[in-house]
């Protein structure tokens, strides 16, 4: 018995676009995150995120998991925070920032720096809102405020923290 037309053309669209995302995920995987603008000497080495706003909305990531975090994790060794929060924004958001000052440190050590864009991000970067940048990442959300208690959070008790910064950086 064989396929019908139909059928051997929704496999064949399936495999394009699974080959085409195998090929998008390797490009990203493989293309460096840029320099690390940190220089000056550290005596902390830590987990970290990125705080990162733009035009009042605050960036996040969402998990395959579907729960929402601030793009942000582990350090390399000898890696100061600024750079593991830029590189990891970098990593799991397809955003480069630099790192500025550190806002707050949760009691497990993870340090939040508040980061800014670079001025060469493109639009789908800054305004995209869904794409998978990553293997860990399914979408990047720009969240107003009014919009963080509508989601899954990875770590709820962090919820009040972010909607604290995000309320600083827009007065």
């Known amino acids: 018995m064989s396929a019908s037309p139909t059928k051997v053309l929704g496999e064949l669209v ?4 699974l080959l085409l995302t195998l090929a998008l995920v390797g490009l990203f995987a493989c293309s460096d995150a840029p320099e690390c603008s940190f220089k000056e000497d550290f005596n902390i080495e830590a987990n970290a995120g990125c705080f990162v706003v733009s035009n ?7 998990g395959r998991k579907g729960k929402l975090s601030l793009p942000g994790g582990a350090k390399l060794s000898g ?6 929060a830029e590189r990891e924004t970098w990593e799991e958001a397809g955003i480069s920032v630099r ?3 550190r806002l707050y440190t949760f009691e497990n050590g993870f340090q939040v720096f508040d980061c800014d864009l670079l001025p060469d991000q493109s639009i789908r970067s800054i305004k995209g809102t869904e794409g998978s940048w990553g293997l860990e990442i399914v979408r990047v959300h720009w969240l107003a405020l009014s919009e963080l208690d509508e989601f899954v959070w990875r770590f709820p008790d962090q919820l009040d923290v972010y909607k604290n910064l995000l309320i600083q950086r827009n007065k």
Request: hydrophobic content about 35%.
């Open 56 to 62: 009042g909305r605050a960036l996040f990531v969402e």
């Open 14 to 17: 399936t495999i394009k676009k």
């Open 79 to 84: 890696e100061a925070p600024q750079c593991t």
């Open 99 to 101: 790192a500025q000052n």
